[in-house]
């Protein structure tokens, strides 16, 4: 019997989460407050977010506990399958061998609600009654509206304005695990009123929606904000997948030469990928490391690593990260997770230590390798799935025009399901590609804050 | 720690299907010659289906074995896992103990395939180039769809109109697995050329549908028909659910008092039910067995016991089966699913010994069950699914009002990300319950075939 799948007993669940700040050569450059551009601390911090999550945020130590009662949640579905690929490499024709780890069989149907459960925990812990933030195509939004139903939080969700039009059901999923969704930019903030009142038909961005979110938290003591991606403590929650994928290639005799995953905000990816370069920054095992993004949002490949707000409205602290600028607004291309400006600090970092390698991919490539995916595996990958599976396809395919065998991991970070409109635009021939000038993105960048 | 998943290791999950016309005290009634009424043998179904399939539909042994390729793709999401649904407890505050067993996880996101695999594998066997088949809500299509994807098969799906027009993100599903969907009535077949001469706008039916996948299979040597429920071999497929679950509960300590499904052809109720009630036929152990359907299409509650046809051509043999009547469309009700006229003769059988029971519920019951449900679980049933899940709390309710503790298991045969429509139509008030007048029904079982 071949084996297709390395399934991990749920004793054997992570029971802590891995920390890369901990390995990191040279710690990451200060976050800086808006207003003043000085550094700031955890206090600063907590008109948004609840102490403990502060805390992971700056937190140096290597291993941080998973709370009894996050971890009860996550075994729903946790540990997630590894999956070899035997099919797929077989359809390939290639000596390497592709490992994939499906984090789509959660409720939400993404990796979302790794970090969407602890956030909704420590917030309750900490007596908060409601939790604002933003989503873009749903599946953010989706798995916090799931986790403060089963920690009987209000939740209230900034919803991207052409993707509340657009995708209604993700609208409705959101709906029915009794979250508020709010098409932004709303009535309902200063910073909403005042994009409408220059723009009365905005549609909308995640910059915006943030704005919203974070300026609901400020003012109101019982609530905060919570984020889906970016942010230190979010990635952290997301190890959970590198850490289980470890063991489960122990438990088939094998190691990745090459881990890819897609980046937006960077958390999917951080998940995979930083339990292994830590092993690698450790000196313990050499590792390749992918990150994989559209070539309509190029913040890795195209962006610049400088200080930046992560909203429009410029409410949110100044990181250092590439970035596309707070203004860039990407095209209506169909991978609405990876339609942020910035990177998550933690993942821009490693790039300028030269720790992974990143790359762009076109948005018909990427669908076209989903399709193939599909047609071999079963899944159908999300869309922003589909350009690691993507990534992990060229890199299969290196290696059977060279002769060689690698072994090969990308994180499938969630199901298509949600995003048919998706797969019938592609089949439709309706999708296209789109290459940036690079007057258009220096122009964007131009407005970068100048702060060093 | 709660427990509150059982999951099995894959080494354990059954390599043979149970056969529970092994256990029935009276066998099944013959099926007959749609042409002269008279019983057929397995080489007047040849046309239509590969011979391993008819003799698995007339075999009377109690175990058939699973053929090996088979096991290695159900292993890819096989065993599912069982849960313990104890925050839902918790909110109802009842004494009693709710299990579930979840086929959501599966690629195509229901418990389809299951036998969607080993029908396209068996096809395969015996050379077959082509299969035929109909769809309502989806679920089938795409299930049979991905099969034939992994078996190199040609797939065509003949989808009821409506749902192709009003779905098509599962039509979408379909088609990147690389099959061809035919709005039906199509132009394809004499059946559906009929109808459309009749009434050019024809919204069609399952019926039809039927008619014309079949009309297609049996001119065409190198093409087969394939169906998503009724038939006996296609119940035997799905009983690897209960017969894992059977194991499952065993690590529980637990066995259930009552098992609750809900019933459109019967497929995913004869998969969670039929191993238990075969316990009980061999008078190993006692359990009450809940068949749950929709009001707006309540064959085994309102409909009648009596030969007819699968199909509204009346090219499919004759069954005997609880039956609306062949001419039933049901109305617009969003259960897909459970969307058909007949009920699987197994099922029928076994309401008429007196092994099962058989309740109907309302559209706006069933979602509101499936609401409640999701905030505690955080997975979103599909419409079907909500029938059973709402069958489950009507029991958990009448445990808390007796006192007494009861175990209760049921089947959540699919997710609901494919269904959002019906949910956000649930939450604007637009759905409606439906109670059939009772000359309505009679005047659709007055043309039934007079066949005893």
């Not at 490949?301 to 707070?326: C, E, I, Q, S």
Request: aromatic letters at 8%.
């Amino acid at each position: 019997m071949e084996t297709i799948k390395y399934v991990l007993d749920e004793t054997r669940m992570p029971t802590a989460w891995y920390n890369i700040q901990a390995d990191l050569p040279t710690p990451l450059p200060t976050t800086l407050h808006p207003g003043t551009g000085q550094p700031i601390g955890p206090q600063d911090l907590a008109p948004l977010f609840p102490m403990a999550l502060i805390m992971q945020e700056v937190s140096q130590e290597r291993m941080i506990d998973i709370p009894e009662e996050v971890q009860t949640i996550y075994r729903q579905w946790r540990p997630t399958p590894l999956f070899r690929a035997r099919r797929l490499e077989q359809a390939l024709d290639t000596p390497a061998k592709i490992y994939y780890k499906y984090e789509g069989v959660s409720p939400a149907g993404s990796h979302k609600p790794n970090t969407a459960i602890p956030q909704a925990y420590y917030n309750k812990q900490e007596g908060v009654k409601r939790l604002a933030t933003e989503t873009g195509a749903g599946q953010w939004g989706s798995s916090l509206a799931m986790a403060c139903a089963l920690f009987a939080i209000q939740c209230d969700v900034y919803m991207v304005r052409v993707s509340y039009d657009q995708k209604p059901y993700r609208r409705a999923l959101i709906e029915t695990y009794g979250a508020r969704v709010v098409a932004s930019p709303s009535e309902e903030t200063h910073a909403g009123r005042a994009i409408l009142a220059e723009s009365p038909d905005s549609r909308g961005s995640l910059g915006i929606a943030i704005s919203e979110a974070v300026e609901i938290a400020a003012q109101d003591v019982d609530t905060r904000y919570a984020l889906g991606s970016v942010l230190n403590h979010v990635l952290l929650h997301q190890t959970i997948i590198g850490q289980e994928t470890m063991t489960q290639l122990e438990m088939a005799g094998d190691y990745p030469d090459i881990i890819v995953g897609c980046t937006g905000g960077g958390s999917n990816f951080a998940g995979i990928a930083f339990p292994f370069i830590g092993a690698k920054l450790r000196g313990e095992q050499d590792v390749r490391v992918l990150a994989v993004e559209p070539a309509a949002c190029p913040s890795l490949t195209r962006g610049k690593y400088a200080y930046d707000f992560g909203d429009t409205a410029h409410l949110t602290p100044l990181v250092k990260m590439h970035t596309l600028g707070n203004t860039f607004v990407p095209p209506g291309f169909h991978s609405g997770g990876l339609r942020y400006h910035g990177m998550a600090p933690l993942v821009s970092h490693l790039l300028e230590l030269e720790q992974i390698e990143a790359a762009s991919i076109q948005q018909l490539d990427a669908f076209g390798a989903g399709v193939e995916f599909a047609r071999c595996e079963g899944i159908l990958p999300a869309p922003e799935a589909n350009h690691a599976v993507a990534g992990a396809i060229n890199e299969a395919l290196r290696c059977k025009e060279e002769g060689v065998s690698r072994t090969i991991l990308f994180n499938l970070c969630g199901h298509g399901h949600f995003d048919m409109q998706a797969y019938t635009d592609y089949f439709a021939g309706t999708l296209q590609n789109y290459e940036y000038p690079a007057e258009e993105i220096a122009m964007a960048l131009a407005g970068l804050p100048s702060v060093e």
